[in-house]
Antibody, heavy 120, light 108 residues
Framework: QVHLEEWGAGLLKPSETLALTCSVF????????WTWIRQPPGKGLEWIGD???????SYTPSLKSRVSMSVDTSKTQFSLRLNSVTAADTAVYYC??????????????WGQGALVAVSS | SSELTQDPAVSVALGQTVRITCQGD??????ASWYQQKPGQAPVVVVY???NRPSGIPDRFSASSSGNTASLTITGAQAEDEADYYC???????????FGSGTTVTVL
C-alpha cells in the first residue's frame, strides 16, 4: 500500500519561491506519473504537472513559466518549486500518483495535502 | 476557466439515482476519471476509464460516455455520497491533464 506525504514551508511572502517535497512510502517508484495538484480555498482542483522517474516533466501551460519539478529516485521523493508567488497561489497542494490503466491515466493515491498561504 | 465543464450542484433524494456530467472537446478522444472529495479530505478516485472501479468503491458508482460528454452515475444514492465530484482527463492538446469545475452533490 503506497503512502504519500507532502512537506515544506506553509507561509510565504509575495515574490518568494514555493518549495514542497513529496515522500513516497511503499510500492515501486518507477512506472508512475508523480503529480502535483492544488486547490485554492473553497475552489476546485487544478492539475499543476507531473514527473516520471527519468525526470521527464509536463506542466500546465498557465504555470509553465514559474514551475519546475524534480525527482530523487534514491530517496523516493519528488519536488515542486513555484517561483514568484502571489496571493493567487494560496492553496492546498496535493501530491498524487498517476497510474495508467484501461487507456486512461488516473490518480490512485494522494497525500493529505499541504496548505501554502501567501501573504505580506 | 476549465476545459471540462460540470454543473455546479445537483441534489438527489436518498436511494434515488443521480447523474453528473462532464463536457469537453477532449472527451471525444480520451476517457475520464472521477474523484469524490469530502470536506477537509483529499480526493478519492471512484471510477476511471470506460467504467472501472478501484477496489473498495461501491458498485453504485458507474461511468459512461457519449461524444464530448462523460458521466458519473450514482444508483441508489446514500447519505455518505454527499460530496464534491470532479472529472479529470487530458486537455485538447493531449499533453496535459485538466480537472472539471466540480459538482456538489447533496443527498436529501
Amino acid at each position: 500500500q503506497v503512502h504519500l506525504e507532502e512537506w515544506g514551508a506553509g507561509l510565504l511572502k509575495p515574490s518568494e519561491t514555493l518549495a514542497l517535497t513529496c515522500s513516497v512510502f511503499g510500492g515501486s517508484f518507477t512506472g508512475y506519473y508523480w503529480t502535483w495538484i492544488r486547490q485554492p480555498p473553497g475552489k476546485g482542483l487544478e492539475w499543476i504537472g507531473d514527473i516520471v522517474h527519468s525526470g521527464e516533466t509536463s506542466y500546465t501551460p498557465s504555470l509553465k513559466s514559474r514551475v519546475s519539478m524534480s525527482v530523487d529516485t534514491s530517496k523516493t521523493q519528488f519536488s515542486l518549486r513555484l517561483n514568484s508567488v502571489t496571493a493567487a497561489d494560496t492553496a492546498v497542494y496535493y501530491c498524487a500518483r498517476g497510474v495508467v490503466s484501461e487507456m486512461v491515466r488516473y490518480f490512485d493515491s494522494w497525500g493529505q495535502g499541504a496548505l501554502v498561504a501567501v501573504s505580506s | 476557466s476549465s476545459e471540462l465543464t460540470q454543473d455546479p450542484a445537483v441534489s438527489v433524494a436518498l436511494g434515488q439515482t443521480v447523474r453528473i456530467t462532464c463536457q469537453g472537446d477532449a472527451l471525444t478522444f480520451y476517457y475520464a476519471s472521477w474523484y469524490q472529495q469530502k470536506p477537509g479530505q483529499a480526493p478519492v478516485v471512484v471510477v476511471y476509464g470506460k467504467n472501472n472501479r478501484p477496489s473498495g468503491i461501491p458498485d453504485r458508482f458507474s461511468a459512461s460516455s457519449s461524444g464530448n460528454t462523460a458521466s458519473l452515475t450514482i444508483t441508489g444514492a446514500q447519505a455518505e455520497d454527499e460530496a464534491d465530484y470532479y472529472c479529470n482527463s487530458r486537455d485538447r492538446s493531449g499533453n496535459h491533464h485538466v480537472f472539471g469545475s466540480g459538482t456538489t452533490v447533496t443527498v436529501l
